[in-house]
């Protein structure tokens, strides 16, 4: 199983970026997809998920509101729109997977993905 994230970059406050979580070599027929971020010195938070039909979707406090998670099921891929962006959501962004479609438990990762919001 491979993820790969993209779609990071430098944008200013108030703004918005996609990110894409490309999944590769997965069977499974029930996972769970997150996104999340770490900024150095800070735990890594959890930010969003979705499960494998798209239809369940859970948010953190921290986003809920501002980032939307979708998935194209056809490409393989999951999204995290982000609009009205803080300096606060400067981080590396990761997807993962959780195979067994639930817990908190994630069993593959992305390389992450540099977001930089200037103020």
């Known amino acids: 199983v491979q993820l790969q994230a993209f779609g990071g970059g430098l944008v200013q406050t108030g703004g918005s970026l996609r990110l894409s979580c490309a999944i590769s070599?997965?069977?499974?027929?029930?996972?769970?997809t997150a996104w999340f971020r770490q900024t150095p010195g800070r735990e890594r938070e959890s930010l969003a998920t979705i499960n494998r039909s798209g239809v369940r979707k859970n948010y953190s406090d921290l986003v809920k509101g501002r980032f939307t998670i979708s998935r194209d099921n056809a490409k393989n891929t999951v999204y995290l729109q982000m609009n009205s962006l803080k300096p606060e959501d400067t981080a590396v962004y990761y997807c993962?997977?959780?195979?067994?479609?639930?817990?908190?438990?994630?069993?593959?990762w992305g390389q992450g993905t540099l977001v930089t919001v200037s103020s």
């Open positions: 070599g997965l069977t499974a027929s029930t996972y769970l």
């Open positions: 993962a997977v959780n195979l067994r479609g639930w817990g908190t438990e994630y069993h593959h």
